[in-house]
């Protein structure tokens, strides 16, 4: 078969000079322009860049390996901040991560010690505050709302609208060919330098065809960090022992704390309203059982309320019928030890598969343990369209007559991933642990105790492990039903951390170059990772990865040389809060009262990153718009 390169040209516009003189090879701010090209080109040429052509082999400058929200933000941050080329290889068609494919349409972001229903500690900015001005501007023109939930979190999206959002933010780049999506393909190897010391690539299996993608930087925003395992680059998992990173909610001895031990996946479910009865069949394995022994469905109306995505009833304009997000405890899918019927299963695929933990597992071995988590999710739903149904005095809002949504376009019409909570971590050049994120003075309003030198990304959250525990309910374990239990200090908050921030750090391995990690696939330890596993801290992780990949692109360096250097750490910086493409500004340091559109915003976190700024542990304002005394002034003066 025939084999050639295949390049992102990033001065492709002189071909067509003529026509766009002045047009930039970057593309930013020449969307108009670009349309006009597009009708040129009859669209069948744009149109054809989601699928591999019979080319095998790809040359570029970086390589993002996963569709989820943290991959698409690095695509996005390294086109503005001019990487020539880039191609994101996703192994579905969905993108967004836990926005869309999980179907987590209730969306979580950073929050404070306060708890739900009262806001966010500081404002939405980067790339996560475009997302969500696109999701609420789309809110309102579909369901004559911006925010339709009327729930517990700030902004709700059906998962189909937030993947139109998120593929809308990267079609400017793909129509100038600065980006190249491929989609539905599986990493199948890692192409090392001789001295196994650097990535230089990856080869995908993409339907019949092998797709050899050559890159000079590759990130790993996929779900269960495919391509640090394939490189050979150090990874963690399973919960950190107390003599391993000195925590203080770690536990001592392996004993009730096996290496299988995560943070639970869930398969959500996007369930709408209908005038009739919608019962769905018992799924395979159905016993009601299981969520009889778990509290949740005791409250039908709070399980209606608490994830409302579209609310028809009690906001003013909203005519859609209602549709609800079902994402609880009660029918999370737990890691430790799996039911016997499933560990059979993996037995016989591989002797000792059952005992393995999930990121060690092959593909087809994760995909028997999600059938049996869909299930589960599916027998929950089943459950509360019975019994609880039949328990309800008033059967107003009974998840009778709810269906499953059918946006997803799935065979059982859940999303086409669970919702992954915690995943590989990358052994990195820092791995963050609790005791560098908890409060000054053990107080969650204040700085974490460590602000590092390098931060890429604002952050706050509760240590927040769902319950990693599959507890058998009678004496024929694992053989018969089961609930969810938590294991002591594994629960979620209090505690909470501070406001903290992200080292760009722990986004480089130990010792493998050419690689960076993204998602959640990043150098923290477990404790860490159940706080920094929201939509928006994803995103902004993944932000903040992408202009480090322009920052060693651009110089021709490996990522590790950045940290260390100021005046590389200070382009990373300038890339997250430069105006690009009218770009929102990433928060680089988490001021509760300063939002990115005030006109101080870029000025004020460049110089907070840089612990220019007097600033004491408590001070977690800014005050923007006040008269600067002439003691601050002088401290500042002092400072730089």
């Keep these: 078969m025939r084999k050639s390169i295949v390049t992102a040209p990033s001065h492709w516009y002189r071909v067509l000079g003529t026509v766009v003189p002045h047009m930039a090879a970057d593309c930013h701010g020449r969307v108009t322009a670009l349309r006009f090209i597009s009708m040129l ?41 001019g990487v020539p080329s880039i191609v994101l290889v996703n192994d579905i068609d969905w993108l967004g991560g836990q926005f869309s494919a999980e179907g987590l349409a209730a969306i979580d972001e950073n929050r404070g010690p306060e708890g739900y229903g009262h806001g966010v500690p500081f404002p939405r900015s980067g790339l996560f505050r475009e997302v969500i001005d696109g999701i609420e501007a789309l809110n309102l023109k579909k369901y004559g709302h911006p925010r339709p939930g009327n729930t517990r979190v700030i902004t709700t999206a059906r998962p189909v609208d937030a993947e139109q959002v998120f593929r809308e933010l990267l079609t400017p780049y793909i129509e ?31 339907g019949d065809e092998t797709i050899t993608i050559r890159a000079r930087l590759t990130l790993d925003a996929s779900d269960w960090g495919d391509i640090i395992k394939l490189s050979g680059a150090a990874y963690e998992f399973g919960p950190d022992l107390q003599e391993t990173y000195g925590e203080p909610l770690a536990p001592r001895s392996r004993e009730d704390y096996p290496v299988t031990d995560m943070n639970p996946i869930t398969y959500c479910m996007l369930i709408e309203e209908t005038a009739n009865d919608a019962l769905i069949p018992e799924p395979s394995g159905y016993d009601p059982r299981h969520y009889r022994a778990h509290s949740y469905p005791s409250d039908p109306l709070w399980l209606y309320e608490s994830r409302r995505i579209v609310d028809h009833y ?47 597992l ?52 859940l999303p086409p991933k669970p919702y992954i909570r915690e995943s590989v971590r990358l052994k990195a050049m820092y791995m963050l642990k609790q005791q560098d994120t908890t409060g000054y003075g053990e107080r969650a309003t204040n700085y974490a105790l460590t602000m590092p030198h390098d931060g890429i990304a604002s952050w706050q959250f509760e240590y927040d492990f769902h319950p990693t525990r599959r507890q058998f309910l009678t004496d024929d374990a694992p053989a018969g039903p089961w609930t969810t239990a938590f294991r002591p200090c594994r629960t979620w908050g209090p505690p909470y951390s ?73 382009q990373v910086w300038g890339h997250l809060t430069a105006p690009v493409d009218e770009a929102m500004p990433q928060a680089l340091w988490p001021f509760g009262d300063l939002d990115p559109t005030h006109r101080s915003y870029a000025a004020v976190q460049q110089l907070a990153v840089r612990q220019l700024l007097p600033l004491g542990p408590t001070d977690i304002t800014f005050d923007a718009d006040a008269s600067a005394s002439l003691d601050w002034r002088n401290a500042v003066r002092d400072q730089t």
């Design 498 to 570: 501070g406001r903290a921030l992200f080292p760009l750090r722990c986004l480089v391995p130990e010792t493998m170059n050419g690689l960076l990690g993204g998602q959640k696939n990043l150098g923290y330890t477990s404790i860490v990772s159940s706080a920094v596993r929201l939509h928006d801290q994803s995103m902004a992780i993944g932000q903040g990865a992408g202009a480090v990949a322009a920052v060693a692109i651009a110089k021709q360096i490996d990522p590790r040389e950045i940290p260390w250097n100021r005046h590389l750490l200070s």
């Design 314 to 360: 009690n906001l003013a304009g909203v005519t859609h019928p209602d549709v609800l997000l079902l994402c609880f405890p009660a029918f999370d899918y737990p890691l430790d030890v799996y039911p016997a019927a499933l560990a059979a299963q993996l037995e016989a695929t591989e002797p000792g598969a059952s005992r393995k933990n999930i990121v060690e």
């Design 176 to 206: 100038c060919r600065q980006l190249r999506v491929i989609s539905r393909a599986i990493p199948e190897e890692a192409l090392l330098s001789e001295q196994g010391t650097r990535l230089d690539g990856v080869r995908f299996a993409c």
């Design 41 to 81: 080109l009859m669209c069948g040429w744009l149109l054809a860049l989601d699928a591999p052509t019979q080319a095998e082999e790809i040359a570029t400058d970086l390589l993002i390996v996963g569709g989820t929200e943290s991959g698409c933000a690095a695509a996005v941050a390294a086109a503005r901040a």
């Design 362 to 413: 092959t593909r087809p071995q994760r995909e028997l343990v999600f059938q049996n988590a869909r299930d589960y999710s599916l027998g929950f739903l089943h459950y509360l369209q019975t019994e609880v149904h039949d328990a309800m005095p008033d059967q107003t809002h009974s998840f009778r007559r709810f269906r499953l949504s059918r946006e997803f376009g799935t065979d059982d019409h």
